[in-house]
């Protein structure tokens, strides 16, 4: 599966953005779809993860309430809407598919920058 991630961009504090990601190739039903986040100097971090088969949906602490994730499956993509931003949600996107909720992705997306302003 190749992952092609978009929709990053500038936003102000408190504003909304969705990133897409793309999936070419077959996702099974045991797959999640996840989103990470990396600024550089520290670790990639879990943001949101989707199990594509039943579509169950987990966060991580610092998103929740803030931020949707999704999935189209006639359009093999997901969504991760993004609202009430922060300054410190800047970060590079990944979107990865594999296990949910954890580092082990068999594919990466490229990354999408998003930057909020303060």
């Known amino acids: 599966v190749q992952l092609q991630a978009s929709g990053g961009g500038l936003v102000q504090a408190g504003g909304s953005l969705r990133v897409s990601c793309k999936a070419s190739?077959?996702?099974?039903?045991?797959?999640?779809i996840n989103w990470f986040r990396q600024v550089p100097g520290k670790e990639r971090e879990f943001v949101a993860g989707?199990?594509?088969?039943?579509?169950?949906?987990i966060y991580a602490e610092s998103v929740k309430g803030r931020f949707t994730i999704s999935r189209d499956r006639a359009e093999d993509t997901v969504y991760l809407q993004m609202n009430s931003l922060r300054p410190e949600d800047t970060a590079v996107y990944y979107c990865?598919?594999?296990?949910?909720?954890?580092?082990?992705?068999?594919?990466w997306g490229q990354g999408t920058l998003v930057t909020v302003s303060s």
């Open positions: 990865g598919v594999g296990e949910i909720a954890t580092l082990r992705q068999g594919s």
């Open positions: 989707i199990r594509w088969g039943y579509g169950t949906t």
């Open positions: 190739g077959r996702i099974y039903s045991s797959n999640a």
